[in-house]
T-cell receptor, first 116, second 115 residues
Framework: DTEVTQTPKHLVMGMTNKKSLKCEQH?????MYWYKQKAKKPPELMFV???????INESVPSRFSPECPNSSLLNLHLHALQPEDSALYLC???????????????FGPGTRLTVL | AQSVAQPEDQVNVAEGNPLTVKCTYS??????LFWYVQYPNRGLQFLLK??????LVKGSYGFEAEFNKSQTSFHLKKPSALVSDSALYFC?????????????FGQGTTLQVKP
């Protein structure tokens, strides 16, 4: 099973709200990713967790706060977002071998976020 | 710097005809190449990858891709297109990084298969 699940599917929030996106995988993968995707554009990497530790932060604004509570779960906490943050937020996971390379990234269906 | 180019924004094919979606890459060292497909309002679905070995890679839904090192290309192909193949296709190369492999994506190619 190569399934990554994401909740909610859709989210509408005001600029003063606090909300969270959730991602879950049960493939035993130890690397998990957050991407942001605008319409008809490629995904843009935001964060990478490797063995529950933050490995990469692509200079993402602090209004986005990732969290990896355990090896199966990845959260993205949102606070004081701007309308330009409206996008599809994708989670992905992959095996993460200590030898320094990773296997295929499997993506979830995404959360469609609208910031009013 | 590593990069991926998909030279066509859109490819139009008649159903039943062969299709090709082009991808060229630029990396240091050995490339690890991937193709993903995205249907409207959905996440990316993995189609196939090249890591090493045979230059012709077979993947999901009847797709295949040919790795050509001299031309630095990894074109996606299918012998007979279906209307249901209409979607957005992304080629990606894995960046060189220590424990986590950052994917470098092309800009995407919209495939339109007409009945």
């Amino acid at each position: 099973d190569t399934e990554v699940t994401q909740t909610p599917k859709h989210l509408v929030m005001g600029m003063t709200n606090k909300k969270s996106l959730k991602c879950e995988q049960h493939m035993g993968h130890r690397a998990m990713y957050w991407y942001k995707q605008k319409a008809k554009k490629p995904p843009e990497l935001m964060f990478v967790y490797s063995y529950e530790k933050l490995s990469i932060n692509e200079s993402v604004p602090s209004r986005f706060s990732p969290e990896c509570p355990n090896s199966s779960l990845l959260n993205l906490h949102l606070h004081a977002l701007q309308p330009e943050d409206s996008a599809l937020y994708l989670c992905a996971s992959s095996q993460d071998y200590q030898g320094g390379w990773t296997d295929t990234q499997y993506f979830g269906p995404g959360t469609r976020l609208t910031v009013l | 710097a590593q990069s991926v180019a998909q030279p066509e924004d859109q490819v139009n094919v008649a159903e039943g005809n062969p299709l090709t979606v082009k991808c060229t890459y630029s990396v240091s060292g050995n490339p690890y190449l991937f193709w993903y497909v995205q249907y409207p309002n959905r996440g990316l679905q993995f189609l196939l990858k090249y890591i090493t070995g045979d230059n012709l890679v077979k993947g999901s839904y009847g797709f295949e891709a040919e790795f050509n090192k001299s031309q630095t290309s990894f074109h996606l192909k299918k012998p007979s297109a279906l209307v249901s193949d209409s979607a957005l296709y992304f080629c990606a190369v894995r960046g060189i990084s220590s424990n986590t492999g950052k994917l470098i994506f092309g800009q995407g190619t919209t495939l339109q298969v007409k009945p």
